[in-house]
């Protein structure tokens, strides 16, 4: 959802061995996807259990959970892991790669509209090499397998993206222009920096304050979101509910707005119902309340309740 703020947390850290300047090029990292002016904070957190993204330096060579998966990854587990220098010119690519796999950016070179035909045996037998030593269903899953084009929105093709991988010659058929090559990116594309804020939008600086019992129409686009404030004049359980022929994502958080904690959700989404969800609140204390439009259907528009 965005708004929020993600926590992320070293399980290798300098008690470890791990050297100061490597955890310091993933603080840049972070701080470089921030610094774009999305609506997501990065915060580093010393406590695993207090982290959505948890990150170690084991030689398992580097890679990091999608998204939202991140989140049914026990907490003593890493969501995410680099192999090598993230110092070195290709390791700082590296962790603003898995970065964007944690915003939920997936391998650009499996674009279903990208086009690209590889020579896949000489691909498998490159991979199979050092220092990736992949086996062949690992190479399928990371590169020849395309992405559903009902799962994924962004550019037609973007060679250039920090999600996109690069290759030596001879590994690509078609486009005929790649045949010697794709060059390893060497930081964010314009189109990166371009969808990753459409995505997560810089926000409001005031909400609206959701009272009690008064419905507010959201009026919302695909993809739009709306924010809200509650402060609660009474310690209770309250029911929040969406109404109206739509698919939304409903998430309630409790805090400062830097410090913003996780309370409950709800997704409705490809369901024939309204989410809805009970909590209780406590009087006096602030609560964000954050919806996302998937579609919306029908006559009227949506609306959002808590009584």
Known sequence: MNGTPLRYCFLDGADNGVEKAWLAEVHNGFQEWEDLGIGLRFRPEDNPAESEIRIT????????????????????????????????????????????????????????FAGIEWDEPKLYAYMGGPP??????????????????????????????????????????????????IPSPRGLSE???????????????????????????????????????????KSQKYRFSTFGDADVRMVLFEGAEQDLRFVTGEDDSGEDRNGQFEVKLFAGRRYVLRLRMYSTWGAGNASVMYW
């Open 132 to 181: 990736n030593f992949w086996p062949r269903e690992t190479t399928y899953h990371n590169i020849v397998r395309k992405l559903s084009a009902d799962q994924v929105s962004g550019s037609h093709w973007d060679p250039t993206s920090i999600m996109h991988y690069g290759f030596g010659p001879g590994l690509i058929k078609r486009p005929e222009e790649y045949r010697n090559g």
């Open 191 to 233: 189109q990166d920096k371009e969808y990753v804020r459409t995505w997560y939008p810089p926000l409001a600086p005031h909400m609206e304050v959701l009272q009690p019992f008064r419905s507010a129409v959201l009026g919302l686009g695909t993809g739009e979101q709306a924010d809200f404030e509650i402060v609660p004049e």
């Open 57 to 112: 330096f084991a030689d398992d060579g580097s890679w990091s959970y999608v998204g939202t998966d991140c989140l049914g990854i026990g907490v003593d587990e890493a969501t995410m892991n680099f192999g090598w220098d993230p110092t070195s010119p290709y390791g700082k690519t590296t962790v603003r790669h898995e970065i964007g796999h944690a915003l939920g950016c997936c391998h650009e070179h499996q674009n279903p």
